[in-house]
């Protein structure tokens, strides 16, 4: 009779009676499972214990130094994290017994000697619960990454974002290093929406995210806080290194053409800079604003840091204007500039 393969990675058996665990492991093995064998309850437990626990668990109910029960009833209280299915096996149980293996934590129960088609049944019934727990695990983790990123970009959202900042301002203060925000808004953006559709604006804002995680150095933050607004906190920049990583960035991740399906559209942006100095991130990303509306005023694609003079490479710069003349060797690749509203 054919059998669909097993789901389960990996089988423990913690029983100390050597041809019991033989028996029970060849049987597990013929139906392609992998096993694992420990025969002392400590070791067992340490084992459960680890970030990567067996899927199941079969532990004969008198191991030696700590009891099956025991054993259960510990690693339940201390894991909170990995499902682990958890069957006791014993010979002449009483009621007893078996319900306090139940209030312990153990999944199921298996009388001694094995029989076959009992294990079988029981160890699909562990699949079909640990594949259930496993999908349920990662709906969890997307609706915890979602509630803290955003959806299109998978950069931080708003709200978690200015969480992070707030420790590292506490972080920053305590080691009486810097911290600069800085706020980017993209330049006319609606006008790609609108020429492209917010499919083609879509794929751009994506394609940005990742560029900006390349470009950034790992400890620094990034979020999306609105359609076309990311912000950036810069652990250990100054208002100085800030202005240049901003310019830097304007010139190698901004200006780099975007490919869509018969144009490859380049962006600019507006930056304003702010720095912490041990304030609160919504004091400073007032400030970071401040100076982002000047360098709206400033003609756009412009760089203003809020408290400092204006940049002459930043005030020197030109917007690109859309319909540039920039045109690619294949007419059908023509470059598109987006700048101004």
């Not at 972080?171 to 925000?181: E, F, I, Y």
């Not at 559709?197 to 794929?203: N, V």
């Not at 204007?321 to 045109?327: D, K």
Request: hydrophobic residues 40%; glycine residues 6%; contains cysteine.
């Amino acid at each position: 009779m054919n059998h669909p393969a097993p789901t389960i990675p990996v089988i423990l058996l913690g029983d100390d009676d050597p041809e019991a665990t033989e028996h029970l492991r060849d049987l597990l093995e013929s139906w392609h499972y992998p096993v694992e064998t420990l025969d002392d309850g400590h070791a067992v437990l340490h084992r459960l214990l680890d970030p990567r626990p067996p899927a199941v668990a079969i532990l004969d109910m008198n191991l030696p130094s700590l009891s099956a029960t025991d054993i259960v009833a510990e690693f339940r209280r201390r894991n909170h994290k990995n499902a682990v299915w958890i069957m006791l096996t014993g010979k002449n149980a009483g009621p007893d017994e078996i319900s306090s293996a139940s209030d312990a934590g153990v999944d199921d129960f298996l009388l001694k000697p094995v029989d076959e088609l009992d294990l079988r049944v029981r160890l699909r019934t562990a699949e079909r619960v640990q594949s259930i727990y496993s999908e349920l695990h990662l709906q969890m983790e997307a609706v915890r990454f979602h509630s803290s990123h955003d959806r299109l970009t998978g950069l931080l959202n708003r709200e978690a974002l200015l969480s992070a900042l707030f420790q590292e301002t506490d972080r920053v203060q305590r080691m009486r290093t810097p911290l600069t925000l800085l706020l980017l808004d993209l330049d006319g953006f609606s006008q790609v929406n609108l020429e492209y559709g917010y499919a083609a604006g879509d794929r751009i804002l994506q394609d940005l995210a990742q560029r900006f995680r390349r470009y950034l150095r790992s400890y620094d933050m990034v979020g999306r806080c609105g359609e076309d607004e990311f912000l950036m906190g810069l652990p250990g920049c100054s208002m100085e290194d800030a202005v240049s990583m901003a310019e830097r960035l304007q010139e190698t991740v901004l200006h780099r053409p975007f490919g869509l399906e018969h144009d490859a559209v380049t962006i600019s942006a507006s930056i304003g800079l702010a720095q912490s100095k041990g304030r609160s991130p919504l004091v400073v990303l007032r400030e970071a604003e401040r100076a982002l509306a000047e360098a709206k005023l400033s003609g756009r694609n412009c760089i203003r840091a809020f408290g400092m003079p204006v940049n002459p490479v930043s005030a020197l710069r030109t917007p690109l204007l859309v319909g540039s003349s920039q045109v690619a060797a294949d007419p059908a690749q023509a470059l598109r500039s987006i700048s101004g509203d």
